[in-house]
């Protein structure tokens, strides 16, 4: 525990330390690392948000390269999310029929039906939630098509925003001598709207 949350709250030292030892080969790191974060269901924990921001800081100082690093990115994070979508539709329903009930699953699918498209843009802004929902839609069978498009624009969304806030907000001394208050906040901001929503499902009466 005390690793990740080193690992949230100094992400630029470790993307520091990557960037001087691996050079241009920590394109491939960063890849790795978002690709894994939103196409596994079970790794939600590795720096997302945080992570597109530092690194958009370390291209407005000359380390990495804005164009590349928006293109590795976003297909990192399209893609993860893709392999996280098959892998609940071809494995997902097996799993859970052996611990939920046949009609929550018919519940789930009904739900991506109707609120699958905005489900996969705004999650992508809520860690823990942005690794799940795909998944989710997985289980749930969300039309391939809507998913991808949606998945699309949700990705890049995500990707291009908080990279390109880490890139110009990057040079401000400001944000240089208060990086790790900064990427706090960020965290704190990311996961909000489910603590949220997580109060408003509680405070309401059970379904009969």
């Not at 690392?33 to 921001?53: A, C, K, N, W």
């Not at 100082?61 to 297909?75: K, R």
């Not at 890049?156 to 001394?173: D, I, K, S």
């Amino acid at each position: 525990m005390n690793t990740l949350i080193s690992l949230l709250l100094h992400t630029d030292q470790y993307l520091g330390t990557l960037i001087q030892t691996y050079g241009i080969f920590v394109y491939i790191i960063l890849f790795v690392i978002i690709f894994v974060e939103t196409g596994l269901v079970i790794m939600p924990f590795l720096p997302g948000d945080s992570l597109l921001f530092i690194a958009g800081t370390f291209a407005a100082i000359g380390n990495l390269n804005i164009y590349t690093l928006l293109i590795i990115l976003c297909i990192a994070a399209i893609l993860g999310n893709i392999t996280n979508y098959w892998i609940g539709r071809t494995i997902g329903e097996k799993v859970f029929s052996k611990f939920i009930k046949k009609t929550h699953l018919e519940k789930t699918q009904l739900f991506y039906e109707k609120h699958g498209k905005k489900t996969m843009i705004i999650s992508r802004f809520m860690p823990i939630i942005r690794t799940i929902a795909p998944f989710v839609a997985g289980v749930g069978k969300m039309h391939h098509g809507t998913f991808i498009t949606y998945n699309i624009i949700g990705g890049t969304a995500w990707a291009v925003l908080f990279t390109l806030a880490g890139y110009f907000l990057g040079n401000f001394q400001f944000v240089k001598n208060n990086l790790a208050i900064i990427i706090l906040i960020i965290v704190l901001l990311s996961i909000t709207p489910g603590i949220i929503a997580g109060l408003k499902k509680k405070g309401q009466p059970p379904a009969q």
